[in-house]
């Protein structure tokens, strides 16, 4: 990209950067330095003197800059944001003894949000996402994955998957599409759980993709969702149609989902409590993205944490999301989710900001965001803090004090 100053746009000087590059040392850290953008892209990365210089030559719209970090944007590469209704219930029920499991084999769990919002219409969907949406971008968040699965009929998925799409028309936020089409079986199909499977991996599935819903597809594959065998017809269907892969894997229990996951190439493989050294290799040989929900953990009171070590030693990339659902994470706050992530699973601050950053970004595909690099998208979060683990130290409690979406300030 050029370095003429005719073709910034804007340019910050002053700020030290978190450029979360890797090989670059501690959060890729540049100090006293300048960052300028043009066309939506980073055009230039230098010293704060070198900028100053260059604008009193040739005024360009500049920024003062000084005393504040900047970061990527935040990707939060894992969320149930569409939905309608209310588990406050079901958090009552927890707190008096009941297990997530015994609470979705009584007919609670995801089923009840599942009632709310297919008698939820279409303006009652995108007001409630809407609200969670603006919460999420507040703190930083400029790239959101949102995932169906509370519709479990064609009509409800397609509608939750059509108010994703149209959150990104009216926030300043990049949204990702997932149809989530094994979440779990719906009563009418308790009967029939091979026809519920079959239409899933079928109808479904060729008319979401037809209509252009769905960015990749994912599979909640656990002892109180869908088998291997069951997750693994749908997961060949989505491939048949080159859709990439995510799947909610040993959140409860092993059953070999990471394996899984690796087997059809998953971009990411979520949860991940329970997990075994074979399961991390087989991630590590496929490349795929380990994400972490401490949210979900924390919700649920959970004791067995995901083995942070092994995924250290297997080489296994670890992306830190919200999992922002009614059930078992009802949080819109990736601040937070970076303290749980260091105080609940073990991750060093730089792992947890690398995790909600450039690791967020490689678990949706998206190689051109993450980090603050020439040529990058310019999604940026602009903080006053005075070292990058501050993001991870306060409870959620130090927003940014500007964001940038594809280079406009907002």
Not at 42 to 61: D, K, L, M, T, Y
Request: proline share 4%; aromatic share 6%; hydrophobic share 45%.
């Amino acid at each position: 990209m050029s370095n003429a100053l005719t073709h910034w746009d804007y340019v910050w000087i002053g700020a030290d950067l978190a450029t979360m590059r890797t090989g670059a040392g501690a959060y890729g850290a540049a100090r006293d330095a300048a960052l300028a953008v043009q066309g939506g892209r980073i055009a230039w990365i230098g010293s704060a003197v070198e900028a100053r210089s260059r604008v009193a030559q040739q005024p360009v719209p500049s920024f003062d800059a000084t005393g504040l970090w900047i970061t990527p944007g935040f990707v939060d590469c894992h969320t149930h944001l569409v939905y309608a209704g209310s588990r406050a219930a079901e958090f009552e029920q927890r707190l008096l003894g009941a297990s997530y499991e015994q609470i979705a084999r009584a007919g609670g769990g995801i089923q009840s949000t599942v009632d709310a919002t297919r008698t939820a219409d279409r303006e009652t969907l995108l007001a409630g996402t809407m609200a969670r949406a603006r919460a999420l971008c507040a703190e930083g968040v400029t790239t959101l994955e949102i995932k169906s699965g509370y519709g479990l009929e064609l009509d409800a998925e397609a509608r939750m998957l059509g108010v994703a799409r149209e959150l990104a028309t009216r926030l300043p936020v990049e949204v990702r599409t997932t149809f989530l089409g094994l979440h779990a079986l719906p009563r009418e199909f308790a009967q029939d759980r091979q026809g519920f499977v079959d239409r899933v991996s079928g109808a479904w599935l060729e008319a979401i993709a037809g209509a252009g819903l769905a960015d990749a597809v994912d599979g909640f594959c656990e002892t109180i969702g869908f088998s291997v065998a069951e997750t693994t017809q749908f997961l060949r269907a989505a491939r048949a149609r080159g859709l990439p892969i995510h799947l909610h894997a040993g959140q409860l229990s092993d059953m070999g989902a990471a394996q899984l996951a690796a087997e059809f190439g998953a971009l990411s493989a979520d949860h991940l409590e329970y997990l075994d050294a074979d399961g991390a290799g087989a991630l590590a040989r496929a490349g795929t993205v380990a994400v972490l929900l401490p949210g979900a953990y924390y919700t649920l009171r959970q004791t067995q944490p995901p083995p942070i070590g092994l995924l250290r030693d297997a080489g296994v990339p670890m992306a830190v999301a919200t999992d922002s659902n009614p059930g078992t994470s009802p949080c819109t706050s990736m601040l937070l989710m970076l303290n749980m992530a260091c105080t609940l699973f073990g991750l060093t601050a730089e792992e947890a900001l690398a995790g909600a950053t450039r690791v967020a970004a490689q678990a949706l595909g998206l190689g051109d965001r993450g980090t603050l690099e020439v040529g990058k998208r310019a999604d940026l979060a602009l903080w006053r803090i005075g070292t990058p683990a501050e993001l991870c130290y306060h409870l959620g409690a130090t927003p940014p004090v500007g964001v940038v979406f594809a280079g406009k300030s907002i």
